[in-house]
Every structure is written in structure tokens, then in C-alpha cells.
């Protein structure tokens, strides 16, 4: 136990003279806002903050300047967590094998960064001993839900904080509490917008965005470049083993090389760029911008070895999946019984996703101009129309009238 009054020194305490102190582990990013959380919660809760910061490729600053701005924050413990690779194996893979596109369109940026960093979150707070996690979200976005969703999966016994919306910590408040604090941080102007990013890409709100006839201007982007800008075409070559892209241009990469490079040379012709309002889970349509050149790539490339590779009655059902396993993600079902069944379906339906898709990136597109692999479905002497031709066309005909035999009797019952 530890002790905090000096009238215990010499002899042993009782629990109630020395009552254990509680401890919060909180989701720290090294800004204004959470270094402002870590006295906030112990001036509001009693409790000890251990900061848990993980890097899921977002940039910025150093890991051990956050750990150790979390610490002259008042942190009695900050634990840092590089989880690049793991976010790209466990998280951001499922995705691309899942042509996951909220909507048809969003590739689930901030989504997917969730539980990733939900699971550190956790296994720090068992490792400290904490009875509580919190969080810097909102009361109107879908983080809160991703964090303590995923955190009831993990550890239903862990309760859950959010200073910005169980206490108020405005902006201006935090401004305050640092400069009277003299906290270790800067308290420059905000940014105009509201940025989260992280290795598969970027998504901007807020601002003149919020006005949803107003036009994105370029210093929104930061992964893409202008699409309308002159430039060369850039051909890439990406190769599948069983929906995992494992080589660019024949070289070996790991899947978060393979996004890193991407998202480099997409980015460079402008594309992944994606203006759209969502429809965002506690009911309200929220105006997103997103850039996300590496995961759109990706996605493209491995939808389109599907259509060579994946059975027909396979690719439509599983276009179902995707879009169920998409809003389970999305509405931060991650740890959902439901959406690791599905995650055997889809891993079943990649086993022969195999091969090379070439792509030409340029104008903001990703278009495919080849298709190869030796688990292709695809029959050239079967497709042909030329000399060689393998299908039996006789048989059609006898197809067409089984095929239609039950809407010509219900046609001829309705014509009475």
C-alpha cells in the first residue's frame, strides 16, 4: 500500500488512514488536450494517470519526447508503444482483404486505429493495475464508442472517462489549466480543423468544412498532391499471396511497407482523395474529408485479383460480407463475436487470391491495365470468340429456357 500521511510514518496503517490510490491509464497523443487530462483527472478523480501513447504511423514527434512530456505532465507512469507493424498485420490487412470502403467509399482510417490502440490501453491497465481507462473524445463523434465498446470487449470490469465529455475541458479551460499548471506544452491557435491520421491514411473535419457546399482547398491534404497537376503516369506492379500483398514491383515488402510505398507513389498522383458526407453512428451525417492513397491502391488491386481468382457465387456473397464487416468496423464492433466470424469467411475466401495486378497511377486514379496468377478462374479458350473457342454454345439455349421457365409461367398466369 502507499502511504500518504505523514501520521502513518513509524507505525503500520489502517486501510482507512491509507486507502489505495486508483489509477486511470490514459490514451495519450502528446497534445494540448491530453497533456491537460493527465492533472485534470487526478485533480477531478484522486487518481493516478499512467499515459499510454502508441504509434500507429500517425508522424510527429518522437516517442520519447511524448513519454517524457507525459511524465513532467504529472504522469506517475508513460509507457510508448511503436505498433506500426502490428496495425498493419492485424488491423489494416483484414481491411484490404475485405475491400473494406464504409459507404463504398471510406476505407475506415480512423476506425481501424482504434482498437488497436484500445488493445495497449488495456494490457497497460492490467499491468498498473488501473480500474479505469480514459479518453479524449467527444460526446457527438464515433471514437467514444470505438474506445469503450472495445474496451467492454476486452475488460467489461474496466470503467471508462472522458474528460472533454464527462467534465467539460473545453479548449479555452484547457488553455487555462495549463498556462496556471505551467505545463510542458505549447498553447498556440488551433488548427482550423480536426485532424486524425495514422499509416493508412488521413481524415480532416471541422472548420469552413463544416458548410458542406464549401470546396476542400489544397492546404487540407498533406499524403496527396494536386490530382489536376501535370505529371508523368507512375506504372506499379503489386503481387498477392492469398489477399496479403507481398511484393511492389517484384520487391519483398511487409504490409506496412507495402502501404508506406503506396501511399507515397499514389499519393503522388493525387490519389485517394474522398470528400463525402457519412453517416456517423450516434445518428448525425458528419461532412469527412479523407486522403488515403495507399489503402485505396491497395484495395483497388485486391478487388480486382478477386475477380480473377474468387469463385462467382463466393465473390457475391462476400461482397454482402464486406459490406456488413465495413459497419461493424465502422460502429466499433472490432472485438464483436460477429465480425471475427466473418473474419474466418473472408480469410477462407482469400485462399486463392493469389497473383499480379499492374496499375497505372496517375489524374487521382488507380486504374488496372493487367491481371495474372495461376489460381486465375479465367478460361481464355472458354472467353474467346475466336478460332479455338471451347464454350459450347449449343447448350445455351436449353440454359436460357430452364432459366426462364419460372417467370414464363408466372408471366403467362399474370397476362390472363
Not at 493508412?200 to 497537376?229: C, H, K, M, Q
Not at 459490406?323 to 469467411?345: C, H, I, M, N
Amino acid at each position: 500500500m502507499q502511504c500518504n500521511a505523514y501520521s502513518c510514518i513509524g507505525r503500520e496503517c489502517t486501510a482507512e488512514e491509507n486507502p489505495v490510490t486508483e489509477r486511470v491509464v490514459l490514451a495519450y497523443s502528446g497534445g494540448l488536450d491530453t497533456s491537460v487530462a493527465i492533472g485534470w483527472i487526478a485533480e477531478e478523480t484522486g487518481a493516478e494517470v499512467i499515459a499510454v501513447a502508441v504509434d500507429v504511423g500517425q508522424g510527429g514527434e518522437d516517442l520519447d519526447v511524448i513519454r517524457k512530456r507525459a511524465l513532467a505532465c504529472g504522469a506517475v507512469e508513460a509507457e510508448v508503444a511503436d505498433a506500426r507493424d502490428e496495425f498493419a498485420d492485424e488491423y489494416c490487412l483484414p481491411a484490404i482483404k475485405a475491400n473494406a470502403l464504409y459507404m463504398d467509399r471510406y476505407p475506415l482510417v480512423s476506425a481501424l486505429s482504434r482498437p488497436t490502440i484500445v488493445k495497449h490501453l488495456v494490457a497497460a491497465a492490467r499491468k498498473h493495475g488501473a480500474t479505469t481507462v480514459a479518453h479524449g473524445c467527444t460526446g457527438k463523434g464515433n471514437d467514444q464508442v470505438r474506445f469503450e465498446a472495445g474496451i467492454a470487449a476486452l475488460a467489461p470490469g474496466l470503467k471508462c472517462i472522458a474528460p472533454v465529455r464527462d467534465y467539460a475541458m473545453t479548449r479555452d479551460r484547457a488553455i487555462a489549466f495549463c498556462e496556471e499548471k505551467q505545463l510542458p506544452i505549447a498553447t498556440t491557435k488551433k488548427s482550423p480543423y480536426s485532424i486524425d491520421q495514422n499509416v493508412f491514411g488521413r481524415a480532416v473535419e471541422t472548420g469552413f468544412l463544416e458548410d458542406i457546399w464549401n470546396a476542400p482547398i489544397e492546404d487540407v491534404y498533406e499524403y496527396t498532391s494536386n490530382p489536376a497537376a501535370p505529371r508523368e503516369a507512375d506504372e506499379v506492379i503489386i503481387t498477392f499471396e492469398q489477399g496479403v500483398p507481398v511484393a511492389v514491383d517484384g520487391r519483398p515488402v511487409t504490409v506496412l511497407q507495402a502501404v508506406q510505398q503506396l501511399n507515397e507513389r499514389a499519393g503522388a498522383q493525387g490519389i485517394g482523395r474522398i470528400d463525402m458526407v457519412e453517416d456517423r453512428l450516434v445518428g448525425i451525417k458528419s461532412r469527412e474529408v479523407y486522403e488515403a492513397p495507399g489503402a485505396i491502391a491497395l484495395i483497388t488491386a485486391h478487388q480486382e485479383l478477386e475477380n480473377v481468382t474468387v469463385e462467382r457465387e463466393l465473390a457475391r456473397y462476400k461482397r454482402q460480407v464486406e459490406q456488413r464487416w465495413g459497419e461493424l468496423v465502422y460502429d466499433g464492433q472490432w472485438f464483436s463475436p460477429l465480425k471475427r466470424a466473418l473474419d474466418g469467411f473472408i480469410d477462407e475466401a482469400n485462399q486463392h487470391v493469389n497473383g499480379d495486378i499492374r496499375m497505372t497511377l496517375h489524374g487521382g486514379r488507380a486504374v488496372v491495365t493487367g491481371r495474372r496468377s495461376e489460381s486465375s478462374l479465367y478460361d481464355f479458350d472458354l472467353a474467346t470468340y475466336d478460332t479455338g473457342d471451347t464454350f459450347d454454345q449449343a447448350a445455351a439455349k436449353g440454359f436460357i429456357d430452364i432459366y426462364s421457365l419460372s417467370s414464363k409461367i408466372a408471366a403467362k398466369r399474370d397476362l390472363t
